[in-house]
Nanobody, 119 residues
Framework: QVQLVESGGGLVQAGDSLRLSCAAS????????MAWFRQAPGKERELVAT???????YYVDSVKGRFTISRDNAKNTVYLQMNRLKPEDTAVYYC?????????????WGQGTQVTVSS
């Protein structure tokens, strides 16, 4: 029911910023909590941030103070503003919908966007 398309990744230097976008299809975007995940080479997929339907937020400790998740329901889009990027932030970043029926599960996924941070 939901299609997600990430964009905004790229190659940046340590200390730089990027803003990722995740555009969603459909008319029910505002009813979904949303999440950003990342998967670095050789690493397990990691939950980075979530934003609830009322814009409550969660961040993994490693990005607190640097990343900001936000949403614009009028545009069916969730964003991940990434500041003071570090080489360890290098990963493919995915957005996903959070299951309302089963918290901790993720129903729909985007294709991912590559973020590479050089030192």
């Amino acid at each position: 029911q939901v299609q997600l398309v990430e964009s905004g990744g790229g190659l940046v230097q340590a200390g730089d910023s990027l803003r990722l976008s995740c555009a969603a299809s459909g008319r029910t975007f505002s009813t979904y909590a949303m999440a950003w995940f990342r998967q670095a080479p050789g690493k397990e997929r990691e939950l980075v941030a979530t934003i609830g339907t009322r814009s409550s937020t969660y961040y993994v400790d490693s990005v607190k103070g640097r990343f900001t998740i936000s949403r614009d329901n009028a545009k069916n889009t969730v964003y991940l503003q990434m500041n003071r990027l570090k080489p360890e932030d290098t990963a493919v970043y995915y957005c996903a919908t959070v299951s309302s029926a089963r918290p901790g599960l993720y129903d729909y996924w985007g294709q991912g966007t590559q973020v590479t941070v050089s030192s």
